[in-house]
């Protein structure tokens, strides 16, 4: 196993983040020492040749100066559980998320509703922006009930954390689609954490060639220029909730815009309300 290591300006931790973002899953980890302020984007590729490529890649997102990574042989076992030192629990109203390490270490309270996560290297808690938004929509609409009589169907499912939350909000049933194999594996992990007898399915497969079915609810977080070419599709196939996200800020007037023209051919009726974070937008009609 290689290791590609490289330390930046600690003023590029949000372009960073947002580069690793456009191209998860990778084999990248970004950490930031609270106390030195340094900055480190290491990497664990299978060889040398795997580790100059994705170098590479990621040269290729950063049009900014050229960084000299240092490659060295390394014991894969330790480095790849590394991950776990840079997730951290956290909460949004009464659902928290933790990372399934510190299962026997959170407290939790009556109100609480615990949601486990094991990432994985590729994959995250749902702290990232574009998935908190996500989180904060569905508590914020559905958190209150008991029980649910619809389905939510999750575009782009990753670790399977807003699969997960669906159900334990109440959603009758849950599909969690994604194109990235690993991503599946991981999100049916962390459904076996969470869930004794479910109704989430997780299924590896692209948006524009799933059948078309009615959800209740349907959440597509993945990047602006492939929600926008799907947007006919993900307007059909919603009922009464739409939320969209993986949008920078720039970029979510232009997403509002071709999602309203849609709705209307549909003769359907939508509200929408947007929420940021940092560089992040999320959408939602509802």
């Keep these: 196993m290689y290791k590609a290591l490289v330390t930046l300006p600690p003023n590029l931790l949000t372009e960073v ?81 933790i990372p399934e390490w510190e299962r026997n270490i959170v407290d939790l309270n009556h109100k609480d509703i615990p949601i486990y996560v094991d990432p994985g290297m590729a994959f995250g808690t749902g702290a990232h922006e574009t998935t908190r938004l996500c989180i904060e929509f569905l508590i914020d609409k559905y958190g209150s009930d008991q029980k649910i009589n619809g389905a939510l169907l999750d575009v782009g499912c990753g670790s399977g954390i807003l699969s997960i939350l669906a159900e334990k909000i109440g959603f009758d049933h849950v599909l969690g689609i994604d194109n990235d194999t690993d991503a599946i594996s991981n999100a049916c992990l962390n459904a076996k954490l969470n869930l004794t007898e479910s109704d989430v399915i997780f299924e590896k497969a692209d948006l524009r060639r799933i059948p078309e079915k009615t959800f209740q609810c349907v959440i597509a977080n993945i990047q602006s220029d492939v929600l926008i070419s799907n947007s006919a599709k993900l307007v059909g196939m919603t009922d009464s909730c739409l939320i969209l996200s993986g949008i920078l800020n720039y970029e979510i007037e232009d997403v509002i815009k071709v999602f309203e023209k849609k709705i209307n051919q549909k003769t359907k009726s939508f509200n929408c309300e947007v929420k940021s974070s940092g560089e992040w937008s999320t959408a939602c009609f509802a």
Excluded: M
């Excluded at 994705?54 to 060295?72: A, K, M, R, S």
């Excluded at 042989?73 to 928290?96: A, L, M, R, V």
């Design 17 to 97: 983040e947002n580069i690793l973002y456009e191209i998860a899953p990778s084999n990248w980890i970004l950490s930031l020492n609270r106390k030195t302020r340094i900055l480190t984007l290491e990497g664990l590729f299978s060889d040398k040749d795997d580790a100059v490529c994705g170098i590479t890649n990621f040269q290729n997102y950063y049009t900014g100066q050229t960084f000299e990574f240092l490659l060295e042989e390394t014991n894969d076992d330790d480095w790849i559980n590394s991950y776990k030192h840079h997730f951290e629990t956290w909460n949004y109203k009464n659902y928290k998320f």
